[in-house]
């Protein structure tokens, strides 16, 4: 009895160490064979060109993805495309003197942008939709008082002849003034890949969207590694 003790507290031993490092070597060493991405939203054209997936050829495969735009941030800098080159953002539509889903929807992007604070790879962009009076100024303003957790949060503002087409042609949502004081705009939270492509939508208020989308970054930031060949550890 004894010794059938002994032998069943050694295989319980082996397998403590042994499994966490067979899970490692699958995720790892395995990985680009086994790893699932994010799908990619928007239309998408199928092009005559191929590529080779095992001994097969691949239709290529042309997605949409955001357009040129130039925007100033809450410092006065300015906000192209080549901010985001080896990068991946969060996007959403805010205006400052909005309260109650605005509100809700940027203290969860404080909540992201905490997990996120150490990671380079990572931005946060907060777009406004009433340009006439989110003035940088006042952009700076609103995000003091937020006290971002990410120096990588952006909060952007431009012309309505830039800000309304990138909203509906590039993040495909909408975003438009119905008077002097009111606008119809997306509530979603918007996941852009590193070649400006859309990744994920997620409701900014819901705290089980946000909690996907915090998946999901990660998910996007191995698969962007993986495709780069980047070392993750």
Known sequence: ??????????????LVL?????????LVSKGKNRYLNLPVYGPKTVLKTTHKVGHNDVPDTLYHSLHDFK???????????????????????FYTHCKGVCDEMNNNINQLAATYA??????FVSISIDPERDSVNALKRYADSLKPASARWLFLTGDT????????NGFLVN???????????????????EDRRIRGYYTGA????????DDEIK????????KNDTPMY
């Open 118 to 123: 150490d990671n380079k790879m990572v931005y």
């Open 18 to 26: 042994l499994v966490p490092g067979f899970l490692y070597y699958l």
């Open 206 to 213: 819901s705290s089980k969207d946000v909690s996907k989308l």
């Open 175 to 193: 975003a438009v003034q119905t008077g002097k004081e009111s606008f119809i705009y997306s509530d979603k939270l918007i996941l852009i890949d």
């Open 219 to 226: 998910v996007l930031i191995k698969e962007e590694l993986l």
């Open 71 to 93: 925007l100033t941030d809450q410092d006065g800098n300015t906000v192209t495309p080549k901010t985001f080159t080896k990068k991946i953002f969060i996007a959403n539509f």
């Open 1 to 14: 009895m004894k010794i059938a003790a002994i032998l069943k507290k050694i295989t319980i031993l082996v």
């Open 161 to 168: 002849s830039a800000v309304y087409p990138l909203a509906h």
